[in-house]
C-alpha cells in the first residue's frame, strides 16, 4: 500500500488538488531541492554564504595547534564590544570577501579572528573570550574529542558547526559560563551538549553531573534523543525525569548514583527534589534551554529552587534562547560567574529563511474563511502548524477544521501525556498535516519539515512570535509564516513589523509607518491575551447535516 493511504486513512482528500502534497509523502521520489524564498538573487547569495551553516561547503583545516593550548587561545582583549542594546546590531551587514576565508579559517591572529566572527555573524561580549572554532575535525585536533563523538557527528550527518556551536563550544569547554542567544532551528542543542559530553568524559556513578531544564515535557524529551544520538558508543546513562522515573529513584535510593545527565521540567524537578529523591550536588553543568521562559515570574521561583540545590562550587551555567531580552539578561548577571555572551545574527529577531506575512482579515471569522480559501485553492502546503492563542481556542479551532477534509489534530496542556506524544510523532511522521497548538508547542520542539507556519492568534509578544515562526525554516531550509491580525491586534502590529523588517523581509511603506505600541499596552498583551469571538462559523443544520453524515459511513 502507498504511503499516502495509510497516513491519510480515516480522511477526505481531493488528491487532484493536493497531488504535490501527496507527493512529499512518497519514499520512492526524491524531494526536490527546497527553493529559497528570497528572490533577489544577490541578497540571496549574501544571505546564503551568512546563513548556510548547514552547508556541506568544504572547510580549510585549522592549523593544528597542538594539544590543549588553552590559555593562548583567548582573545587578549577585554570586552570585544559593549554596547548597548539600541547598537548591537549595527554593522550586521557587513559581510567578509569570500576569498579570505581560507585565510580567517586558520583564526592564528586576533584581526582573523575578528573577521571570522564577522562573517559568521558572531558577536560576543565579555573578558577574556576564547576564539571560535572552524569544523568539527578541529575539536578533534585541538580539545582531544574522543573519536566516539566525532563518529556520532558524522553518523547523524552534522558536517559543518553552525555559528552558534563554533563559538559556544569552546567558551564552555574553557569552563566559563555563556548566555547564548542565536535564532531559532540554528542548533542551540548540540552547542551545549558537545561539551557536555566531552567534559563528562565517561560514565561515573557519582550521580548527576549535568542538568539541562527545559520548559516542556515535549521540549526536555526531544533533548534527550538528541542526547542519546550522540552519545552512541559510550555508557553514559541519561534520565528524562517522569513520574515514572521519579518514582524508580525514590523507590530505589542506588539508581540516584547511577545516571550523569539529567533533563527535566522545573515542575517535576522540584517536586523531586522537595521528596528528596534527587541529588544535584555534583551537578557541574547546568542549562536552561528557552532560558528566558525559564526566568519569567511563572517559572522563577521553580528555577530558583533548582539553582540552589545545585551546590557544586565547579558549577557552570548556560542559558541558550533565540531570545533574551535585555530584563532577563540583567536578571541572569547576578547568579552567573562572568559570562560571556554570545550573539548570533540580529538580537531578538527571526530567522531569515522564512517568509513572513501580515494578513489582515477584517473581524474574527475572517480567519476560517482565509484558512478555507487557502485549502480550496490548494495553497495550504502540509505540515502546517497554527497557533491559537487558548485551549479553548485551539479545541473550538480543530472542531471547524475537522470538517474540511484535511488531516488535522490538536495539542494542548489538557491532552493526556499519551496523547501529545503521539500527536508529536505523528506529525513528524507526516500522518497528521495539520496540527492546531497553543502556546506549548511555540518553542524548541524541531519539526523539520513544517512548510507554514499560521498565526491564527496575534502572539502576545514578540519573543512569542519570534519562537512560533521559528518552527518552520529550520535548519538553514526555507518556510512561511502568515500572521493573521484583526481591528483589535491593529495597535500592537508595528511590533510584528519591527522583527520583520530587521529579517530582511519586505514590508510595505504605510507598516513601517505605524507607531509602536507603548511599553504599557505591549505589558498587558503579555499578562492577557485580547478577548476574540468564539470560533464558529457553521450554522446549527450545517453541523446537524455533518453529524448525520458522519453517522451514515
Ligand atoms: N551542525 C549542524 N549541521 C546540520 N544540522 C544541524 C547541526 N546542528 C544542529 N542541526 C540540526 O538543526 C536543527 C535545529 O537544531 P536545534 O533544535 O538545536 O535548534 P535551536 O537553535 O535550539 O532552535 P530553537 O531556538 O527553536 O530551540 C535540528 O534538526 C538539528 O538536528
Same mark, same amino acid.
Given at each position: 500500500?502507498?504511503?499516502?493511504?495509510?497516513?491519510?486513512?480515516?480522511?477526505?482528500?481531493?488528491?487532484?488538488?493536493?497531488?504535490?502534497?501527496?507527493?512529499?509523502?512518497?519514499?520512492?521520489?526524491?524531494?526536490?531541492?527546497?527553493?529559497?524564498?528570497?528572490?533577489?538573487?544577490?541578497?540571496?547569495?549574501?544571505? $546564503?554564504?551568512?546563513?548556510?551553516?548547514?552547508?556541506?561547503?568544504?572547510?580549510?583545516?585549522? !592549523?593544528?595547534?597542538?594539544?590543549?593550548?588553552?590559555?593562548?587561545?583567548?582573545?587578549?582583549?577585554?570586552?570585544?564590544?559593549?554596547?548597548?542594546?539600541?547598537?548591537?546590531?549595527?554593522?550586521?551587514?557587513?559581510? /567578509?570577501?569570500?576569498?579570505?576565508?581560507?585565510?580567517?579559517?586558520?583564526?592564528?591572529?586576533?584581526?582573523?579572528?575578528?573577521?571570522?566572527?564577522?562573517?559568521?555573524?558572531?558577536? /560576543?561580549?565579555?573578558?577574556?573570550?576564547?576564539?571560535?572554532?572552524?569544523?568539527?575535525?578541529? $575539536?578533534?585536533?585541538?580539545?582531544?574529542?574522543?573519536?566516539?563523538?566525532?563518529?556520532?557527528?558524522?553518523?547523524?550527518?552534522?558536517?559543518?558547526?553552525?555559528?552558534?556551536?563554533?563559538?559556544?563550544?569552546?567558551?564552555?569547554?574553557?569552563?566559563?559560563?555563556?548566555?547564548?542567544?542565536?535564532? &531559532?532551528?540554528?542548533?542551540?542543542?548540540?552547542?551545549?551538549?558537545?561539551?557536555?559530553?566531552?567534559?563528562?568524559?565517561?560514565?561515573?556513578?557519582?550521580?548527576?553531573?549535568?542538568?539541562?531544564?527545559?520548559?516542556?515535557?515535549? $521540549?526536555?524529551?526531544?533533548?534527550?534523543?538528541?542526547?542519546?544520538?550522540?552519545?552512541?558508543?559510550?555508557?553514559?546513562?541519561?534520565?528524562?525525569?517522569?513520574?515514572? &522515573?521519579?518514582?524508580?529513584?525514590?523507590?530505589?535510593?542506588?539508581?540516584?548514583?547511577?545516571?550523569?545527565?539529567?533533563?527535566?521540567?522545573?515542575?517535576?524537578? /522540584?517536586?523531586?527534589?522537595?521528596?528528596?529523591?534527587?541529588?544535584?550536588?555534583?551537578?557541574?553543568?547546568?542549562?536552561?534551554? !528557552?532560558?528566558?521562559?525559564?526566568?519569567?515570574?511563572?517559572?522563577?521561583?521553580?528555577?530558583?529552587?533548582?539553582?540552589?540545590?545545585?551546590?557544586?562550587?565547579?558549577?557552570?551555567?548556560?542559558?541558550?534562547?533565540?531570545?533574551?531580552?535585555?530584563?532577563?539578561?540583567?536578571?541572569?548577571?547576578?547568579?552567573?560567574?562572568?559570562?560571556?555572551?554570545?550573539?548570533?545574527?540580529?538580537?531578538?529577531?527571526?530567522?531569515?529563511?522564512?517568509?513572513?506575512?501580515?494578513?489582515?482579515?477584517?473581524? !474574527?471569522?475572517?480567519?476560517?474563511?482565509?484558512?478555507?480559501?487557502?485549502?480550496?485553492?490548494?495553497?495550504?502546503?502540509?505540515?502546517?502548524?497554527?497557533?491559537?492563542?487558548?485551549?479553548?481556542?485551539?479545541?473550538?479551532?480543530?472542531?471547524?477544521?475537522?470538517?474540511?477534509?484535511?488531516?488535522?489534530?490538536?495539542?494542548?496542556?489538557?491532552? &493526556?501525556?499519551?496523547?501529545?506524544?503521539?500527536?508529536?510523532?505523528?506529525?513528524?511522521?507526516?500522518?497528521?498535516?495539520?496540527?492546531?497548538?497553543?502556546?506549548?508547542?511555540?518553542?524548541?520542539?524541531?519539526?523539520?519539515?513544517?512548510?507554514?507556519?499560521?498565526?491564527?492568534?496575534?502572539?502576545?509578544?514578540?519573543?512569542?512570535?519570534?519562537?512560533?515562526?521559528?518552527?518552520?525554516?529550520?535548519?538553514?531550509?526555507?518556510?512561511?509564516?502568515?500572521?493573521?491580525?484583526?481591528?483589535?491586534?491593529?495597535?500592537?502590529?508595528?511590533?510584528?513589523?519591527?522583527?520583520?523588517?530587521?529579517?530582511?523581509?519586505?514590508?510595505?511603506?504605510?507598516?513601517?509607518?505605524?507607531?509602536?505600541?507603548?511599553?504599557?499596552?505591549?505589558?498587558?498583551?503579555?499578562?492577557?491575551?485580547?478577548?476574540?469571538?468564539?470560533?464558529?462559523?457553521?450554522?446549527?443544520?450545517?453541523?446537524?447535516?455533518?453529524?448525520?453524515?458522519?453517522?451514515?459511513?
Amino acid at each position: 500500500m502507498d504511503l499516502f493511504h495509510v497516513l491519510g486513512s480515516g480522511a477526505r482528500f481531493d488528491k487532484k488538488r493536493f497531488n504535490d502534497d501527496i507527493s512529499l509523502f512518497e519514499p520512492q521520489k526524491q524531494k526536490k531541492p527546497v527553493k529559497n524564498v528570497v528572490n533577489d538573487q544577490e541578497t540571496q547569495a549574501s544571505l $546564503l554564504q551568512e546563513i548556510d551553516f548547514f552547508h556541506n561547503s568544504k572547510s580549510a583545516i585549522i !592549523e593544528t595547534l597542538g594539544k590543549k593550548q588553552l590559555p593562548n587561545e583567548r582573545s587578549t582583549g577585554n570586552n570585544e564590544d559593549d554596547t548597548d542594546d539600541s547598537d548591537e546590531n549595527e554593522g550586521e551587514n557587513e559581510i /567578509v570577501d569570500q576569498d579570505e576565508s581560507t585565510e580567517l579559517n586558520s583564526l592564528n591572529t586576533q584581526d582573523n579572528v575578528k573577521k571570522f566572527r564577522k562573517r559568521y555573524r558572531i558577536r /560576543v561580549y565579555g573578558t577574556d573570550i576564547p576564539n571560535p572554532f572552524h569544523s568539527f575535525s578541529d $575539536l578533534h585536533n585541538k580539545y582531544e574529542f574522543q573519536p566516539y563523538l566525532c563518529k556520532n557527528l558524522d553518523s547523524a550527518g552534522y558536517k559543518q558547526p553552525t555559528p552558534i556551536q563554533m563559538q559556544a563550544i569552546p567558551i564552555i569547554l574553557h569552563g566559563r559560563d555563556v548566555m547564548a542567544m542565536a535564532p &531559532t532551528g540554528s542548533g542551540k542543542t548540540l552547542a551545549y551538549i558537545l561539551p557536555i559530553l566531552h567534559d563528562l568524559n565517561s560514565h561515573k556513578k557519582i550521580g548527576y553531573r549535568a542538568l539541562i531544564i527545559s520548559p516542556t515535557r515535549e $521540549l526536555a524529551k526531544q533533548i534527550y534523543i538528541e542526547f542519546k544520538k550522540m552519545c552512541v558508543g559510550k555508557k553514559f546513562k541519561i534520565c528524562l525525569l517522569t513520574k515514572a &522515573t521519579a518514582a524508580t529513584q525514590a523507590q530505589d535510593p542506588h539508581l540516584k548514583q547511577k545516571f550523569d545527565i539529567l533533563i527535566s521540567t522545573p515542575l517535576r524537578l /522540584v517536586h523531586a527534589i522537595s521528596q528528596d529523591n534527587i541529588d544535584l550536588k555534583n551537578v557541574q553543568h547546568l542549562v536552561l534551554d !528557552e532560558a528566558d521562559k525559564l526566568l519569567e515570574l511563572g517559572f522563577l521561583d521553580q528555577t530558583d529552587e533548582i539553582f540552589a540545590a545545585c551546590s557544586n562550587v565547579k558549577l557552570q551555567k548556560y542559558l541558550f534562547s533565540a531570545t533574551l531580552p535585555s530584563g532577563v539578561e540583567s536578571l541572569a548577571n547576578n547568579f552567573m560567574k562572568d559570562p560571556i555572551r554570545i550573539v548570533v545574527g540580529l538580537k531578538n529577531a527571526a530567522t531569515e529563511t522564512i517568509k513572513q506575512q501580515l494578513i489582515y482579515v477584517g473581524e !474574527e471569522n475572517g480567519k476560517l474563511t482565509a484558512i478555507r480559501q487557502m485549502i480550496q485553492e490548494g495553497r495550504l502546503k502540509p505540515p502546517v502548524l497554527i497557533f491559537v492563542q487558548s485551549i479553548e481556542r485551539a479545541k473550538e479551532l480543530f472542531h471547524e477544521l475537522i470538517y474540511d477534509g484535511i488531516n488535522v489534530d490538536v495539542i494542548h496542556a489538557e491532552r &493526556t501525556k499519551a496523547q501529545r506524544d503521539s500527536i508529536v510523532l505523528n506529525f513528524r511522521q507526516g500522518k497528521i498535516w495539520v496540527l492546531i497548538a497553543t502556546e506549548l508547542m511555540a518553542r524548541g520542539i524541531d519539526f523539520k519539515g513544517v512548510n507554514l507556519v499560521i498565526n491564527y492568534d496575534f502572539p502576545q509578544s514578540i519573543q512569542s512570535y519570534i519562537h512560533r515562526i521559528g518552527r518552520t525554516g529550520r535548519a538553514g531550509k526555507s518556510g512561511e509564516a502568515i500572521t493573521y491580525y484583526t481591528k483589535d491586534d491593529a495597535p500592537y502590529l508595528k511590533s510584528i513589523v519591527n522583527v520583520m523588517k530587521d529579517s530582511g523581509c519586505e514590508v510595505p511603506n504605510w507598516m513601517l509607518e505605524l507607531k509602536n505600541p507603548s511599553k504599557e499596552s505591549k505589558q498587558q498583551l503579555r499578562k492577557k491575551p485580547i478577548k476574540r469571538k468564539t470560533i464558529d462559523t457553521r450554522s446549527n443544520y450545517d453541523k446537524k447535516k455533518i453529524k448525520r453524515k458522519r453517522y451514515e459511513f
